[in-house]
């Protein structure tokens, strides 16, 4: 399989309009509950950020409880876009992300570039960080990158980390 982000990255933005969102922090959680998905908060292992699974028809997601509330944010989005992007795989097993990567033992998974991971990180940036809004909030005086102030005030605008605003808008998302 090959990733498609785009494809992802569209997902979401249909997502943003079925709930009507016109500004941030968009409602990641009552989004979540309102696509019939149960959010679980609990405290983790510190290297694992979330989890993804289908039980008896029901989806879940799982958010570690003791990450920052803007790394939750990002984890509960990222575990949502496999609910959407990969329902057929979290069916099968209980889809864990240690560090926003699938638990597999391969290669893969270990190097960051596993398909299913790049495609919900991609959902993930574009739910919670919408390309337009990101537009409006610069507006025409655009970001310096190394403007650390400027950083921190979008991304607290957007809810998430500044490590995830700099990624995002270096396209890297």
Do not use: C, W
């Not at 009552?30 to 290297?47: F, G, H, S, T």
């Amino acid at each position: 399989m090959t990733a498609n982000p785009e494809m992802a990255r569209e997902a979401a933005r249909t997502i943003l309009r079925e709930f009507g969102v016109k500004g941030a922090p968009v409602p990641i959680e009552r989004i979540i509950k309102a696509r019939n998905v149960m959010l679980q908060y609990a405290p983790l292992e510190d290297d694992l950020s979330g989890m993804a699974f289908i039980k008896d028809g029901v989806g879940i997601i799982g958010v570690n409880a003791l990450h920052h509330p803007n790394r939750q944010r990002f984890t509960a989005a990222h575990e949502l876009g496999h609910h959407v992007l990969h329902a057929a795989d979290i069916q099968k097993a209980v889809h864990v992300d240690k560090g926003f990567r699938v638990l597999l033992r391969d290669d893969v998974s270990s190097q960051g570039i596993d398909p299913l991971e790049i495609e919900a990180n991609a959902f993930a940036s574009e739910l919670l960080m919408p390309r337009e809004l990101l537009a409006s909030a610069l507006d025409a005086s655009g970001l310096d990158m190394e403007d650390d102030a400027g950083i921190e005030a979008l991304a607290k605008k957007f809810r998430v980390s500044a490590s995830a605003m700099r990624f995002r808008l270096a396209g890297n998302f």
